[in-house]
RNA sequence: CGGGGAGUAGCGCAGCCUGGUAGCGCAUCUGUUUUGGGAACAGAGGGUCGCAGGUUCAAAUCCUGUCUCCCCGACCA
């Protein structure tokens, strides 16, 4: 992609009402825009951004046999009062009227029409277990919508859904979700501890969040040390119950408290196992050998939404983003510092091809703008590795290599840059 | 919802107290010169001062109402 054609709507100076770092880099590079109070719009680079996160999470789910449905954002008011949330939900649910008077409302989340597409097909244990998930945007009318996507009201979640024959098959398969996340959250670059939360309304319930630790972070828990030395993905299901690191509410619970640390941290995943809940209210029953049952149910949620601006938290220095590789929006930034240079202008052009051809990502930038700019605006957007054509090209045929993370600039023979390049790269990928 | 702050050009702000031609920086456009860290000079365009009402000869400025946004707390991915 050539800058050129690009929109990125780079800005010099923060916004005034902006405080977290990740919200004005998110706003400074260009990738999101507000609509109104916790609603966005986002631009071509923050989407593309979005779009590697939920390619990945594609990926994993459908390996794990994770079907991928799409369910609506508008649900009719029915299946709400069936589960008896459509009053206990309260102000946070977006309530709507249709032309007909009949109550609607943006989804705040999907059990009760997992439950009803539960119920209408699977009659047999035999069809069981059964797992889905879905991507779609949520509305929650939070209280106070803050930090630009970080917690806004309307917002994108991967949300699956699991049904099974009974408690201890639920378990096997809240055991899947667990190291599934762990996978998809290793392969985003993002270094996440899972969390004992406290069980919901009905007792004996599992559930787990995936919090990714940072300073400027909205939520506490609080870990013991030993905990970090642990392969989480190693845990037997007994042993993962068992990990000492709490959530706020849950540590509260506890009665012996010595020995742990509190940490600030941003809450990006959400596992539960909750049983028969939903299969109850909805009376969903399948046939068995063993008579009629209520399938037990999971939800596992991850706030993808929320993972752009968690990485730009954790991950940035005072001059912009420093994208992972794994969700940065494109791997090499080209540089061409002299635009009416012809030489210079046909090698970066060729590099540019050749970048393509090898299918690694380039976003390139070809503007007739100052070399501060340039190098400001690549900062700013944070890609890994920046190429650059300038002064050296002209006087000894060599471009440079800078890694943004480091700022380490290394000179190369121009006809050796992409072959280094491709070693470099390599690397971690 | 309680407490605090703010709405003036695309963005950041000054002007308001003490009413009298709407300003500055960045960005944008034109031209010339620049080109390894947000270039320089010269010129240009762009605002019914959030909205509604009131006071006044006269309102960005004073008064009343209203809408919106942000910050601090309790909810959440």
């Not at 619970?253 to 049983?275: C, V, W």
């Not at 090898?358 to 890994?384: M, T």
Request: hydrophobic fraction near 35%.
């Amino acid at each position: 992609m050539k800058f050129s054609n690009f929109f990125i709507p780079t800005l010099k100076e923060s916004p005034s009402d902006v405080k977290m770092r990740s919200h004005d880099l998110m706003i400074r590079s260009g990738m999101i825009r507000q609509e109104t109070s916790g609603i966005y719009s986002w631009l071509p680079l923050g989407f593309r951004v979005l779009k590697k996160i939920i390619n990945k999470i594609e990926l994993f789910h459908d390996i794990d046999n994770v079907n991928q449905i799409l369910m609506p954002t508008i649900q009719s008011s029915e299946i709400w009062k069936t589960s008896e949330r459509y009053d206990t939900y309260g102000k946070e649910m977006l309530r709507i009227t249709d032309r007909n008077n009949k109550d609607l409302l943006y989804g705040p989340t999907n059990e009760e029409m997992i439950t009803v597409i539960g119920k209408q097909y699977i009659k047999s244990y035999k069809s069981l277990p059964r797992k889905f998930y879905h991507i779609q945007s949520k509305f929650r009318d939070e209280i106070r919508p803050r930090f630009g996507v970080m917690r806004a009201r309307e917002f994108i979640m991967k949300d699956a859904y699991s049904f099974d024959l009974d408690e201890t098959n639920g378990e096997i398969t809240y055991h899947d979700f667990f190291n599934l996340y762990l996978k998809i959250f290793n392969n985003l670059d993002i270094p996440v501890v899972p969390v004992r939360a406290p069980s919901g309304e009905i007792g004996g319930n599992l559930s787990h969040e995936f919090h990714l630790i940072v300073e400027s972070g909205e939520s506490e828990i609080f870990i013991k040390d030993d905990v970090f030395n642990k392969k989480y993905d190693d845990l037997s299901l007994k042993e993962l119950i068992n990990l000492e690191s709490y959530t706020d509410d849950y540590f509260k619970k506890i009665n012996e408290k010595s020995g742990f640390n509190s940490f600030k941290s941003i809450e990006l995943g959400h596992i539960f196992l909750f049983g028969s809940k939903y299969s109850d209210s909805f009376n969903f029953v399948v046939d068995s050998h063993e008579g009629k049952f209520k399938p037990f149910m999971g939800s596992y949620g991850i706030g993808v939404s929320r993972i752009p601006a968690a990485v730009i938290e954790y991950s940035n220095d005072s001059n912009g983003i420093i994208w992972p590789k794994n969700i940065s929006p494109f791997m090499v930034h080209l540089i061409n510092l002299l635009h009416d240079d012809t030489e210079c202008l046909e090698f970066c052009e060729k590099i540019y091809k050749d970048l393509i051809k090898k299918k690694i990502e380039v976003i390139y930038d070809d503007r007739s703008e100052s070399p501060g700019k340039k190098f400001s605006d690549a900062d700013l957007i944070g890609i890994p590795v920046q190429i650059i054509c300038g002064k050296a090209f002209k006087k000894h045929n060599e471009v440079s290599l800078i890694h943004r993370a480091n700022k380490k600039e290394t000179y190369f023979k121009s006809e050796n840059i992409l072959n280094s390049l491709i070693d470099i790269l390599g690397e971690n990928v």
